[in-house]
């Protein structure tokens, strides 16, 4: 079985005025290669409001995919590429950052104007080098086209994302990758085969699990793999929500400011450079 080297709980952070919990980075944790960040963002908004004015308005990204899921509520996601888009709960936003790209995302109108829960977490996963300038992609998943795979009469269900699981392959074609969400029941099990080199992390949104017989108990908590062997052996003692993050690293040199990961600090200022003089497009929202 893969050894448990970390296990932490994600700390509040303000991104600009928006709350939320981090999971990575954290104090000894900075990233685990090819993942650089995981926030989880839950709200209850209450409604007499304006979708303008929720959410993240208009910024840029370079050199890496921001993939947010989206768990309760719906997120609308714009760019400058065009793509105007609402993802509702159980789906997922994918996007390639590549050279550049200009984007928002914010809670769906009705959950602005009419109120409700509102739940996503995003992560960033770096792009190898030889990949940073190809050019930007969007790929919006509704929860039916993810891949579900079902167990012990549907008490274990798992959502795959991206690459594959046991034998199982997602949507998104990452051959390097395996994301997936998992809902497990009270007293149910699964097994994860995961291969020896990859990164593996475990985020629990909330539940009570037994991972390779170390406990969980504490919502917001992220379990950091060893890498070698491959087996992941989980058991739900309570209704429980997980996501599972693993990739080969690039061991590549990572330098990031803001919403840029690359390669040096010249790639950077010239990254600065291009989203000022709007080589990463513009965006100009439209609100009914």
Same mark, same amino acid.
């Given at each position: 079985?893969?050894?448990?080297?970390?296990?932490?709980?994600?700390? +509040?952070?303000?991104?600009?005025?928006? /709350?939320?919990?981090?999971?990575?980075? &954290?104090?000894?944790? #900075?990233? %685990? =290669?090819?993942?650089?960040?995981?926030?989880?963002?839950?709200?209850?908004?209450?409604?007499?409001?304006?979708?303008?004015?929720?959410?993240?308005?208009?910024?840029?990204?370079?050199?890496?995919?921001?993939?947010?899921?989206?768990?309760?509520?719906?997120?609308?996601?714009?760019?400058?590429?065009?793509?105007?888009?609402?993802?509702?709960?159980?789906?997922?936003?994918?996007?390639?950052?590549?050279?550049?790209?200009?984007?928002?995302?914010?809670?769906?109108?009705?959950?602005?104007?009419?109120?409700?829960?509102?739940?996503?977490?995003?992560?960033?996963?770096?792009?190898?080098?030889?990949? +940073?300038?190809?050019?930007?992609?969007? /790929?919006?998943?509704?929860?039916?086209? &993810?891949?579900?795979? #079902?167990? %012990? =009469?549907?008490?274990?269900?798992?959502?795959?994302?991206?690459?594959?699981?046991?034998?199982?392959?997602?949507?998104?074609?990452?051959?390097?990758?395996?994301?997936?969400?998992?809902?497990?029941?009270?007293?149910?099990?699964?097994?994860?085969?995961?291969?020896?080199?990859?990164?593996?992390?475990?985020?629990?949104?909330?539940?009570?699990?037994?991972?390779?017989?170390?406990?969980?108990?504490?919502?917001?908590?992220?379990?950091?793999?060893?890498?070698?062997?491959?087996?992941?052996?989980?058991?739900?003692?309570?209704?429980?929500?997980?996501?599972?993050?693993?990739?080969?690293?690039?061991?590549?040199?990572?330098?990031?400011?803001?919403?840029?990961?690359?390669?040096?600090?010249?790639?950077?200022? #010239?990254?600065?450079?291009?989203?000022?003089?709007?080589?990463?497009?513009?965006?100009?929202?439209?609100?009914?």
């Amino acid at each position: 079985m893969k050894s448990i080297s970390s296990i932490q709980k994600a700390i +509040k952070v303000n991104m600009g005025g928006v /709350f939320v919990d981090q999971a990575m980075p &954290l104090e000894g944790l #900075e990233a %685990q =290669d090819p993942f650089l960040l995981i926030h989880h963002w839950k709200a209850n908004f209450l409604g007499d409001q304006k979708q303008k004015d929720v959410g993240v308005g208009p910024h840029p990204h370079r050199g890496f995919s921001p993939v947010t899921i989206i768990y309760q509520g719906a997120l609308h996601h714009r760019d400058s590429l065009g793509n105007s888009s609402v993802v509702q709960a159980g789906g997922v936003q994918w996007m390639f950052a590549g050279k550049g790209v200009t984007h928002s995302e914010r809670p769906a109108r009705e959950i602005a104007e009419q109120g409700g829960v509102f739940e996503i977490i995003q992560f960033w996963v770096n792009a190898p080098a030889s990949k +940073k300038m190809q050019a930007p992609q969007y /790929f919006p998943l509704e929860k039916d086209q &993810l891949t579900r795979i #079902e167990q %012990q =009469d549907s008490s274990v269900q798992i959502d795959l994302i991206a690459g594959t699981l046991n034998g199982t392959t997602g949507p998104i074609e990452e051959d390097a990758l395996i994301i997936a969400n998992l809902k497990m029941d009270p007293n149910s099990n699964t097994q994860l085969d995961i291969a020896e080199h990859y990164s593996t992390l475990i985020y629990m949104l909330d539940g009570n699990i037994v991972v390779n017989g170390n406990d969980i108990t504490e919502d917001k908590s992220l379990i950091v793999f060893d890498q070698g062997d491959r087996k992941i052996n989980i058991q739900a003692k309570e209704n429980s929500r997980m996501l599972l993050l693993s990739g080969k690293p690039l061991e590549e040199e990572v330098v990031s400011y803001g919403p840029f990961v690359l390669n040096n600090t010249t790639q950077i200022l #010239e990254a600065i450079r291009d989203a000022q003089s709007g080589k990463m497009g513009i965006l100009i929202e439209e609100f009914d």
